[in-house]
């Protein structure tokens, strides 16, 4: 069954350090999101991508957030300068369709750790 | 501010019983209502989808969608000791021109008793 991978599974790094998530969506799928979830909190929305551009931000995703598709198949999300704060589960999520029929299928998280 | 909110938890039922979890939503356009299930440190995994004012069954699962009174609801029958989890309310959003934004509630932690 297709699904959507996130490398790595977990990830360490200094405060101030750029940190690159890697996610590969499902193959025919479209719509592409970042979520993240701190520890014993709720899902956050981060970022809706379609069609080679953000369609939605949350107000989480400011200046040190940006998302690309380097090519066919990768999804990245790139902290630039990472803060205490961004310590959290980062997860990817695709869907085929967006709009009102958004079924989004999430892959099984990246676990950062700002030290 | 767009919310979503959910019951709190901890949900206690017995094997057997049927648990019931509800999520109410601020939105008066949203037009798509999903239910997630998350263990304890893993990804959110859908469960069921509904778009339709009324009752969706998918085995021993039935999601109810009142837009009316902006209520979403999940039920669980015959409740088994692998339901227990994390329950996630999620609607999708309209935002300016687009419905790209999915917004979760906080979760109700279910807990099934053999």
Known sequence: EPEVTQTPSHQVTQMGQEVILRCVPISNHLYFYWYRQILGQKVEFLVSFYNNEISEKSEIFDDQFSVERPDGSNFTLKIRSTKLEDSAMYFCASSFMGGRNTEAFFGQGTRLTVV | ?114
């Open chain 2, 1 to 114: 501010q767009k919310e979503v909110e959910q019951n709190s938890g901890p949900l206690s039922v017995p094997e057997g019983a049927i648990a019931s979890l509800n999520c109410t939503y601020s939105d008066r356009v949203s037009q798509s209502f999903f239910w997630y299930r998350q263990y304890s440190g893993k990804s959110p995994e859908l469960i069921m989808s509904i778009y339709s004012n009324g009752d969706k069954e998918d085995g021993r699962f039935t999601a109810q969608l009142n837009k009316a009174s902006q209520y979403v609801s999940l039920l669980i029958r015959d409740s088994q000791p692998s339901d227990s989890a994390t329950y996630l309310c999620a609607v999708n959003i309209f935002v300016k021109t687009s419905y790209d934004k999915v917004i979760f509630g906080p979760g109700t932690s279910l807990s099934v008793i053999p």
